[in-house]
């Protein structure tokens, strides 16, 4: 069966630190992969989707990037991080119709 | 271009009532539909799903959805609300063709006694 790793599922850093979020699939090969965010009170943002190794589309310009280094794992990632990065953050893979999520990581910029 | 609005930013209701969460959408394509449950600092689950199949589609915990073309809605009920219920729904679409998704601002249901 299929199964998505995400982690850590918290995490406390302060401003101009880095960031890294790895998120992991088992169980398929070549899924489409996507990051998305959830600020408080709002619905969820598409930030990066992969629909291939070294294949990274941005949805929104930010200070954030994302790489895929393996047909099955998808990083996000920050050089300095900002107070607004704040939010939840949700990997989640697809390949037909069926999309799975990531359990998330709450990530507080302090 | 895809998107989609959810008209109620919260709705009440008593346990044992109906539950309506409205859910519209545009979408270029020929869309699929999904409506999903956050409970507090969980992940999100999926409720159903609509792909060009029955417009009413059932999905887990007694909801169900019903696919309106001629209105671009896909409104999410359930006949009786339990306790349990009381979470934040987000109605997506997805863009066939390029297959990513689109979230609704999320409605949260509480649910009182």
């Known amino acids: 069966s299929q199964t998505i790793h995400q982690w850590p599922a918290t995490l406390v850093q302060p401003v101009g630190s880095p960031l890294s979020l790895e998120c992991t699939v088992e169980?398929?090969?070549?899924?489409?992969l996507y990051w998305y965010r959830q600020a408080a009170g709002r619905g969820l943002q598409l930030l990066f989707y992969?629909?291939?190794?070294?294949?990274i589309s941005s949805e929104v310009p930010q200070n954030l990037s994302a790489s895929r280094p393996q047909d099955r794992q998808f990083i996000l990632s920050s050089k300095k991080l900002l107070l607004s990065d704040s939010g939840f953050y949700l990997c989640?893979?697809?390949?037909?119709?069926?999309?799975?999520f990531g359990s998330g990581t709450r990530l507080t910029v302090v | 271009a895809q998107s989609v609005t959810q008209l109620d930013s919260h709705v009440s209701v008593s346990e044992g009532t109906p539950v309506l969460l409205r859910c519209n959408y545009s979408s270029s394509y020929s869309p699929s539909l999904f409506w999903y449950v956050q409970h507090p600092n969980k992940g999100l689950q999926l409720l159903l799903k609509?792909?060009?199949?029955?417009?009413l589609v059932k999905g887990i915990n007694g909801f169900e959805a019903e696919f309106k073309k001629s209105e671009t809605s896909f409104h999410l009920t359930k006949p009786s609300a339990h306790m349990s219920d009381a979470a934040e729904y987000f109605c997506v679409v997805s863009d066939r063709r390029y297959s990513t998704l689109t979230f609704g601002k999320g409605t949260m249901l509480l649910v009182s006694p």
């Open positions: 609509y792909t060009s199949a029955a417009t």
């Open positions: 989640a893979w697809s390949r037909t119709e069926g999309y799975t």
């Open positions: 169980g398929t090969s070549n899924p489409n």
């Open positions: 992969s629909v291939g190794i070294g294949q």
